[in-house]
């Protein structure tokens, strides 16, 4: 809840900040960022589009069902922890959050920890240092997923921070508040749950429109924003209509005031909330976070690690080893999960003779024991994981192969194993390289590929059509020719679309190209230092 103009008016009556111990056996393991869990868990708020209130202190559970047979609202924002947080919540407890939820009710978790040091708050208050500010924001993000997973809040769910509106004559303060708010979304990302970002459009949200897509920022997934006009929508002129949509936006378009419904008074703020859960990143999602990653050999070591995304980049500090001995193949594709036993798996050629190998990755993030899948693919070039391209439920590659320049299927089928390949390009294909699967990229139910024109630089999308084929459709730009290493990842920012990455050829940087389903954005780093990394899969 709000006091200030506006603010959420319960800070500092009891002040709880328990960071949570975050333990990674492998780079494929969940995280789990508390020691305390519920036996019953729920992802939240979910698919919520209408009227929501919040109060400062948990309602009792005669009280809201008193409101959900009364009221117009069906969500309820929760303050589940944070060292600003005000109001006792004798309520709030795992039974609490499971009877509501079964009850029908939304949840809206809310987190009121280190406030900007600027604050117009004039109470007694915990502030962000902005010397120290992306390390409080990473704990902060660590103490808030203990807290919801208490609670019995899934990951997947979404923890709203709560920002009181600043000053915005102070650079200091509103460079520290983005960089608290960056690391606690990362955080988050990092542990497998959504960020929200609440404060007024005066202050917090004007910053946050205006790092929008600042290079390096990790913005909120979802924005809560603050005007109190009464005026219950989630658009606003001062934010683009394309920024948090679609259903990614919550307003508080009234502040604190009593209303009663069935008989039962409570101080409420009144929220317009239009929240669905993002969609998932499809594929590449190595550490099973939601979010894509990517993989890439060392070629010094022949090493492959992983490194992990967050949405916005990828982090080389948190890799992980994958394993060593890669040196020896000179091909190593992503297959998808060919075993089906919920993992992606990997496929290698061998360099010596040519083999290509099948090599499980298991839940417990370890690679299984090696299969022998073919002895045919010394003359294949670029081979490429496509997806379930004939759509028979297993994922499927396509080569090129030297001596003819045919494209051709290999169908992936039951056993671990491809069925016999066919001809889906009659020939040509010497004259192009950096084949990509891409996922569907156009978003028509077949997944896609792109390819580039070797003379020109000229990238092309080729989509999937019924029966197992493709079909060039249309250029997707000439700017790609000082890249290497073309791959798809995913929907790596989870906007619906899924994208490309590629290695920049001059200075070794990461690259992300955001897809939209017709074209490609221009590429944004994700990470520096994969000069001597390849191949990125």
């Given at each position: 809840?709000?006091?200030?103009?506006?603010?959420?008016?319960?800070?500092?009556?009891?002040?709880?900040?328990?960071?949570?111990?975050?333990?990674?056996?492998?780079?494929?393991?969940?995280?789990?960022?508390?020691?305390?869990?519920?036996?019953?868990?729920?992802?939240?708020?979910?698919?919520?589009?209408?009227?929501?209130?919040?109060?400062?202190?948990?309602?009792?559970?005669?009280?809201?069902?008193?409101?959900?047979?009364?009221?117009?609202?069906?969500?309820?924002?929760?303050?589940?922890?944070?060292?600003?947080?005000?109001?006792?919540?004798?309520?709030?407890?795992?039974?609490?959050?499971?009877?509501?939820?079964?009850?029908?009710?939304?949840?809206?978790?809310?987190?009121?920890?280190?406030?900007?040091?600027?604050?117009?708050?004039?109470?007694?208050?915990?502030?962000?240092?902005?010397?120290?500010?992306?390390?409080?924001?990473?704990?902060?993000?660590?103490?808030?997923?203990?807290?919801?997973?208490?609670?019995?809040?899934?990951?997947?769910?979404?923890?709203?921070?709560?920002?009181?509106?600043?000053?915005?004559?102070?650079?200091?303060?509103?460079?520290?508040?983005?960089?608290?708010?960056?690391?606690?979304?990362?955080?988050?990302?990092?542990?497998?749950?959504?960020?929200?970002?609440?404060?007024?459009?005066?202050?917090?949200?004007?910053?946050?429109?205006?790092?929008?897509?600042?290079?390096?920022?990790?913005?909120?997934?979802?924005?809560?924003?603050?005007?109190?006009?009464?005026?219950?929508?989630?658009?606003?002129?001062?934010?683009?209509?394309?920024?948090?949509?679609?259903?990614?936006?919550?307003?508080?378009?009234?502040?604190?005031?009593?209303?009663?419904?069935?008989?039962?008074?409570?101080?409420?703020?009144?929220?317009?909330?239009?929240?669905?859960?993002?969609?998932?990143?499809?594929?590449?999602?190595?550490?099973?976070?939601?979010?894509?990653?990517?993989?890439?050999?060392?070629?010094?070591?022949?090493?492959?690690?992983?490194?992990?995304?967050?949405?916005?980049?990828?982090?080389?500090?948190?890799?992980?080893?994958v394993s060593g001995g890669w040196a020896k193949f000179n091909a190593i594709v992503r297959v998808g999960d060919l075993n089906r036993d919920g993992t992606e798996d990997l496929v290698a050629r061998k360099s010596s003779n040519g083999y290509l190998y099948f090599f499980p990755i298991t839940k417990a993030g370890r690679l299984g024991k090696a299969k022998l899948l073919s002895k045919s693919f010394a003359k294949m070039r670029e081979i490429t994981a496509i997806g379930d391209l004939n759509?028979?439920?297993?994922?499927?590659?396509?080569?090129?192969?030297?001596?003819?320049?045919?494209?051709?299927?290999?169908?992936?089928?039951?056993?671990?194993?491809?069925?016999?390949?066919?001809?889906?390009?009659?020939?040509?294909?010497?004259?192009?390289?950096?084949?990509?699967?891409?996922?569907?990229?156009?978003?028509?139910?077949?997944?896609?590929?792109?390819?580039?024109?070797?003379?020109?630089?000229?990238?092309?999308?080729?989509?999937?059509?019924?029966?197992?084929?493709?079909?060039?459709?249309?250029?997707?730009?000439?700017?790609?020719?000082?890249?290497?290493?073309?791959?798809?990842?995913?929907?790596?920012?989870?906007?619906?679309?899924?994208?490309?990455?590629?290695?920049?050829?001059?200075?070794?940087?990461?690259?992300?190209?955001?897809?939209?389903?017709?074209?490609?954005?221009?590429?944004?780093?994700?990470?520096?230092?994969?000069?001597?990394?390849?191949?990125?899969?």
């Open positions: 809840m709000r006091i200030l103009a506006p603010t959420r008016r319960k800070l500092l009556v009891r002040a709880v900040f328990g960071v949570a111990v975050v333990l990674l056996s492998t780079f494929l393991v969940r995280a789990d960022a508390a020691t305390t869990t519920t036996s019953w868990s729920t992802v939240q708020p979910g698919t919520f589009a209408g009227e929501a209130f919040d109060a400062c202190t948990a309602p009792s559970t005669a009280a809201m069902a008193k409101w959900r047979s009364a009221s117009p609202y069906r969500a309820v924002g929760i303050y589940i922890g944070g060292v600003n947080r005000g109001c006792t919540q004798a309520n709030l407890t795992a039974g609490w959050v499971k009877t509501q939820v079964t009850a029908g009710w939304h949840l809206l978790p809310l987190y009121v920890g280190p406030q900007a040091s600027c604050t117009k708050v004039t109470s007694k208050r915990n502030l962000i240092d902005n010397t120290k500010a992306a390390a409080q924001g990473a704990a902060a993000a660590r103490d808030a997923v203990g807290q919801a997973r208490a609670l019995g809040l899934a990951p997947q769910s979404v923890v709203i921070y709560d920002m009181e509106a600043y000053a915005t004559n102070d650079a200091d303060c509103r460079r520290g508040v983005l960089a608290f708010m960056s690391a606690w979304t990362a955080t988050l990302h990092d542990l497998g749950y959504l960020s929200g970002f609440y404060s007024s459009m005066g202050s917090g949200g004007a910053d946050q429109v205006a790092n929008y897509a600042a290079p390096g920022y990790v913005r909120p997934d979802y924005l809560d924003f603050a005007r109190w006009d009464q005026i219950s929508t989630t658009d606003d002129p001062a934010i683009p209509a394309t920024y948090w949509a679609p259903h990614r936006r919550m307003k508080q378009y009234r502040g604190g005031h009593k209303e009663t419904w069935g008989g039962v008074t409570i101080n409420i703020d009144n929220n317009l909330v239009d929240f669905a859960p993002l969609p998932s990143a499809k594929f590449a999602d190595f550490n099973r976070n939601g979010w894509s990653d990517v993989l890439a050999r060392t070629t010094s070591s022949g090493n492959l690690f992983a490194y992990p995304g967050n949405g916005t980049y990828v982090d080389v500090n948190a890799r992980r080893k759509r028979d439920g297993y994922p499927d590659l396509v080569a090129a192969q030297t001596s003819n320049h045919k494209l051709y299927l290999y169908p992936g089928k039951k056993g671990t194993k491809f069925g016999t390949r066919k001809v889906i390009g009659a020939g040509g294909w010497h004259t192009m390289s950096e084949l990509a699967g891409v996922g569907d990229f156009n978003r028509d139910g077949y997944p896609d590929m792109v390819t580039r024109v070797i003379s020109t630089g000229e990238l092309f999308l080729y989509r999937g059509v019924k029966g197992g084929g493709l079909a060039r459709q249309a250029s997707l730009g000439k700017g790609v020719r000082a890249y290497r290493d073309l791959v798809g990842v995913g929907d790596f920012d989870r906007d619906g679309f899924t994208d490309l990455a590629a290695v920049q050829k001059s200075n070794g940087a990461l690259v992300l190209f955001r897809g939209t389903g017709k074209g490609l954005r221009p590429a944004i780093r994700l990470a520096g230092g994969f000069r001597h990394r390849s191949p990125v899969l």
